[in-house]
C-alpha cells in the first residue's frame, strides 16, 4: 500500500464529488469510514470508501463506464467485486472501494451513517443515514464463547493429527481466535476507539491493548498449530473456568 497524505485522499473524494456533479444522473457521494463520519480515524494508509447515490435508470451507466473517475487520474487497476461496485486503484497510488446505488436501492442497504461528500440540491438531506439500521451481532455469553473455543482447538488438533494443516490452522488459529476475540470484552472493556461493526479484528489491538500482547502466540503460523493451540488453551484456562476433561483432550491431542 502506498503511504498517501490525508489531504490528497479528501481532495481526491471532492474532485469525485464534481465529476459527478457534471455526469448527469448522479444524486450525492457520501463518504465511508474514515472518509466519513470518522475522519478522525483518517491518515496515510486509508483508503476512499463511498456510496454513489444514482437517478432510477443509471446505476448500469456508471458501472460499465468509469470515465466519471478515469478523467480525474488514470485507473492502474479495477476489478468489480460485487454487482453494485468497485476495488480501483489510481495510478497515482490511491486505493478505492464503493458502490452505486439508485435510491430507492439505498432504502434497503444496511452501512454505518457517512458523510455527504457533495449532493444535488434535490437530493435528500439524510441520505448519508441509513434507512436499515445494520443488524448488530448480540454479546454471546461467555459460556457459549468458551465453549466454541476449546471445541475447535480439539476439532482443529484432531485435524492437524490426520495431516490436514490447512483445515486445522482454520479452526485453531481461525475460529478459536475469533471467540477469544469476542471473549476479550469480558477481559478488558474495550477502550474508547471506534468499533467496526461489520468486521471485530478491526482496530482489535488499539481497542483491547492488553489482550493484543498475547496474539502473536496464537497465530503462529501454518507448521505450528501445536504451538498456537496450547497458547489459546493457556489463556482461556488464566482468564476462565474451562472443563478440565476438553483441556486434557487437547492437550493429548497436541502429544
Known amino acids: 500500500m502506498v503511504k498517501m497524505k490525508p489531504e490528497s485522499l479528501l481532495k481526491r473524494l471532492d474532485e469525485i464529488g464534481q465529476s459527478l456533479a457534471q455526469s448527469g444522473g448522479a444524486l450525492a457521494l457520501i463518504g465511508l469510514g474514515s472518509v466519513g463520519e470518522e475522519l478522525h480515524r483518517l491518515d496515510e494508509y486509508s483508503d476512499l470508501d463511498f456510496f454513489?447515490?444514482?437517478?432510477?435508470?443509471?446505476?448500469?451507466?456508471?458501472?460499465?463506464?468509469?470515465?466519471?473517475?478515469?478523467?480525474?487520474?488514470?485507473?492502474?487497476?479495477?476489478?468489480?467485486?460485487?454487482?453494485?461496485?468497485?476495488?480501483?486503484?489510481?495510478?497515482?497510488?490511491?486505493?478505492?472501494?464503493?458502490?452505486?446505488?439508485?435510491?430507492?436501492?439505498?432504502?434497503?442497504?444496511?452501512?454505518?451513517?457517512?458523510?455527504?461528500?457533495?449532493?444535488?440540491?434535490?437530493?435528500?438531506?439524510?441520505?448519508?443515514?441509513?434507512?436499515?439500521?445494520?443488524?448488530?451481532?448480540?454479546?454471546?455469553?461467555?459460556?457459549f464463547l468458551i465453549g466454541e473455543a476449546i471445541t475447535n482447538l480439539y476439532v482443529g488438533m484432531g485435524r492437524d493429527k490426520r495431516g490436514e494443516r490447512l483445515s486445522a490452522m482454520r479452526f485453531?488459529?481461525?475460529?478459536?481466535?475469533?471467540?477469544?476475540?469476542?471473549?476479550?470484552?469480558?477481559?478488558?472493556?474495550?477502550?474508547?476507539?471506534?468499533?467496526?461493526?461489520?468486521?471485530?479484528?478491526?482496530?482489535?489491538?488499539?481497542?483491547?491493548?492488553?489482550?493484543?500482547?498475547?496474539m502473536s502466540s496464537w497465530l503462529q503460523g501454518y507448521v505450528r498449530n501445536r504451538e498456537s493451540a496450547l497458547a489459546i488453551l493457556s489463556f482461556l484456562e488464566r482468564h476462565f473456568e474451562v472443563n478440565a476433561a476438553m483441556a486434557e483432550a487437547v492437550r493429548k491431542l497436541c502429544g
Open 52 to 143: 454513489v447515490i444514482v437517478e432510477a435508470g443509471y446505476k448500469r451507466r456508471y458501472i460499465e463506464n468509469l470515465e466519471w473517475l478515469s478523467r480525474l487520474a488514470p485507473i492502474a487497476y479495477h476489478f468489480l467485486n460485487s454487482p453494485d461496485g468497485y476495488k480501483l486503484l489510481f495510478a497515482d497510488g490511491i486505493f478505492c472501494e464503493f458502490a452505486v446505488f439508485e435510491l430507492e436501492e439505498l432504502q434497503g442497504i444496511p452501512f454505518a451513517p457517512g458523510r455527504i461528500v457533495w449532493k444535488r440540491d434535490d437530493a435528500p438531506e439524510t441520505l448519508h443515514h441509513p434507512a436499515k439500521e445494520p443488524i448488530r451481532a448480540e454479546r454471546r455469553t461467555k459460556e
Open 172 to 214: 485453531i488459529q481461525g475460529y478459536a481466535v475469533d471467540r477469544l476475540l469476542e471473549l476479550s470484552e469480558y477481559i478488558e472493556p474495550g477502550q474508547e476507539v471506534t468499533r467496526d461493526i461489520f468486521a471485530n479484528e478491526r482496530r482489535f489491538e488499539a481497542r483491547h491493548p492488553s489482550v493484543a500482547r498475547d
